[in-house]
């Protein structure tokens, strides 16, 4: 089925998935008015509807087949790598606990004032990210403390998770490590300084607006209702090293592992929890991952059958046939990637697939590799950085469940401040110089 100008109906599995997971949302919180309406919706089941979808989708491809090629797809190195981080994330969680994260975020609001926490947890998320160049890890690291923070300042845990995504995905749009960094710059030919110099002017703008934006709402919304209680600095050390470490560069397997063994040393030296109960957390951590984990298996089988069906074909031909120009190229390619995101909900993946086409409109419209590099980087993440069921979103509410905070992905969109800046820094880029 695959030909150049693709297939459209391919793309129908897609559809299904957004029109059954918004609508339901919608239909629950506002039509049914379910309490975290959006929180009930179980992800994982619609996108296994949406699987079977393009299962039943080209007959002429037989079953096994079809399971073949999704197996292909989920054993994408990319995604095992995702798989492992979830898993090590709950791990990490699981064996810090509460008690770490409040000590953090106790210790935080001691010395600086908390009107301005949300703020800090923007600046330190933007940190973290450049140094490990991943804004999953950055995410597992700090939405601990972010809870902590919510429930000592009076800020509500949406701001503050929003706080911490937003910072992520500055480090992942402009880390040399980054795996979209990596991918960008390989696919259009062009060298990882050049194409940082170039986004660097659109990211920085748009932190800088961010930050301001923060800040200002933070001093308008605080009631002066910090409640700062006793905490162990002992139980900080887990959080200082993979910090510390996440801010060096150090890989995010290593930190998150320094925090696992330094983190059950110190529970067990302190008496906190038993040898036994150490092992339970571990397990629960693990669990709090499943949802997350399934849906990038799922999301990486589906699009496994979609792109030998020809859909993401068509949707290439389409972004090619449309725009026109040296602008309209530049749009044509941040939207490209953007549409390519929304179908797999990986960032990286979606640059991978959109690195062709977007060379051949580059040559055709005379546009630098550094230039198309840096919009297929920063499009990535403004989409990754504001859907509901990306990685970045499971990760912080999964972290947040584990520690006894429920948050739906649509309570937290409105706070996610810096993609929308980040979207209009883009815009005026694209259109302006």
Not at 273 to 302: D, K, Q, R
Request: proline fraction near 3%.
């Amino acid at each position: 089925m695959n030909n150049e100008k693709g297939n459209p109906k391919a793309l129908i599995p897609i559809l299904v998935f957004l029109v059954l997971y918004l609508g339901l949302g919608i239909l629950f919180e506002y039509g049914i008015k379910i309490p975290m309406g959006f929180y009930n919706i179980p992800i994982v089941v619609i996108f296994l509807i949406a699987l079977l979808v393009a299962c039943v989708q080209n007959p002429d491809l037989k079953l096994n087949d079809k399971i073949t090629l999704m197996g292909k797809g989920v054993g994408d190195p990319n995604i095992i790598t995702m798989i492992l981080i979830f898993m090590a994330a709950g791990i990490f969680v699981g064996v810090v606990g509460r008690s770490s994260a409040n000590s953090v975020a106790y210790f935080i609001l001691s010395i600086i004032p908390a009107k301005f926490s949300v703020a800090v947890l923007f600046i330190v998320s933007c940190f973290v990210s450049v140094a490990m160049g991943t804004s999953v890890g950055t995410i597992t690291l700090i939405t601990p403390i972010a809870v902590a923070v919510a429930n000592a300042s009076g800020f509500s845990l949406p701001l503050c998770i929003g706080s911490v995504m937003g910072g992520a995905m500055f480090g992942d749009n402009l880390s040399f490590i980054s795996d979209t960094t990596i991918a960008a710059c390989n696919g259009q030919g062009c060298e990882m300084k050049d194409k940082f110099k170039e986004n660097f002017w659109i990211a920085f703008p748009a932190a800088l607006l961010t930050l301001i934006i923060l800040v200002v709402f933070s001093l308008c919304t605080y009631n002066g209702g910090a409640v700062i209680e006793e905490y162990d600095l002992i139980k900080i050390i887990p959080y200082i090293l993979v910090l510390v470490c996440g801010i060096v560069g150090i890989n995010v397997f290593v930190v998150l592992i320094i925090g696992i063994v330094s983190g059950i040393i110190i529970m067990l030296a302190t008496g906190s929890v038993a040898a036994t109960e150490i092992l339970t957390n571990m397990g629960n951590g693990c669990t709090g991952m499943f949802e997350t984990t399934m849906v990038a298996i799922l999301v990486s089988a589906l699009c496994a059958l979609i792109t030998e069906y020809g859909g993401f074909d068509a949707l290439l031909h389409w972004i090619k046939s449309v725009f026109k120009g040296k602008k309209g190229g530049l749009l044509g390619m941040g939207l490209l990637v953007g549409a390519m995101d929304i179908a797999t909900a990986n960032n990286t993946v979606a640059i991978v697939i959109a690195n062709p086409i977007a060379k051949q409109m580059s040559e055709l419209y005379g546009i630098s590799n550094k230039k198309a590099a840096s919009i297929l980087d920063t499009f990535s993440c403004i989409f990754q950085g504001v859907i509901p069921y990306g990685a970045q979103m499971l990760v912080a509410i999964s972290a947040a469940a584990t520690l006894g905070a429920n948050v739906s992905a649509f309570e937290v969109l409105p706070f996610l401040f810096y993609p929308y800046a980040l979207l209009i820094s883009s815009l005026v880029f694209l259109f302006f110089f």
